[in-house]
């Protein structure tokens, strides 16, 4: 018996499906050969020889990505240091978040897939879909242009920062510890080495030591305060 492959959604063959696509966003693409490349995987451009695979204008929209949230970042965050402009920016186009920002727009209904990537789930695969994220963002900046990208990641991409920079998970402390992190630095403790005041009027002073060594010191009125104070501290060093 023949086994049926998996597809979930029909495979985009037809100008039609890419119209769907382009509807969907909406984009109006002036070379529909570009949308097809960005969303055909190389297991499909293997076993069908008139076809470009993704990964070079997966490359370029990878580029283009770097640059838009950058300049996004840098215009909007006019007091951010470089490290906090980088930590963002990193946490926005990693795999992870160009995974769930292509779930949502469901860009696994159009990849063009080989057969055994089928069978495997490619369709739901995160390295897949951030990977035609980026593909995409090349084919409109091939097709359209500057402005095209920024429009689409305006609407798409850019709102996910400012919710990511609401929930206040760029703190100084993850930042430090990501940095520490990246360069093998060792552990990072917190110890508090001074309290004053009154109980109702409490100041703190936390130290960071990295590895037993001590780096920056901060102060508050509390001591979540006060060691992001003296996590911003240890950033300034480097």
Request: hydrophobic share 40%; charged share 25%.
């Amino acid at each position: 018996m023949k086994m049926k492959v998996p597809t979930n959604k029909k495979v985009p063959a037809s100008g039609d499906e890419w119209n769907t696509l382009q509807d969907r966003f909406p984009i109006a693409f002036r070379n529909p050969s570009l949308l097809r490349e960005a969303f055909t995987h190389s297991s499909y451009a293997n076993e069908h020889r008139d076809t470009i695979a993704n990964e070079r204008i997966e490359f370029l929209g990878d580029a283009v990505l770097q640059l838009a949230v950058s300049h996004h970042l840098y215009a909007k965050y006019p007091d951010w240091p470089e490290g906090q402009l980088t930590f963002v920016r990193s946490a926005i186009v990693r795999e992870k978040a160009l995974y769930e920002l292509a779930k949502q727009l469901h860009l696994g209904e159009f990849l063009l897939l080989g057969r055994g990537e089928l069978l495997s789930g490619g369709r739901e695969r995160p390295s897949l879909l951030a990977n035609a994220m980026e593909a995409l963002v090349g084919a409109i900046y091939l097709d359209a242009g500057w402005d095209a990208v920024n429009a689409f990641l305006t609407e798409h991409m850019f709102p996910m920062i400012d919710a990511y920079v609401a929930r206040g998970v760029i703190d100084a402390k993850s930042r430090l510890h990501q940095y520490v992190q990246q360069h093998g630095f060792g552990t990072i403790e917190y110890e508090v080495v001074e309290e004053h005041g009154p109980a109702n009027d409490r100041e703190f002073v936390v130290r960071v030591l990295i590895q037993g060594v001590v780096y920056g010191i901060g102060r508050g009125r509390s001591k979540k305060v006060a060691e992001q104070h003296a996590a911003e501290a240890t950033l300034a060093q480097w």
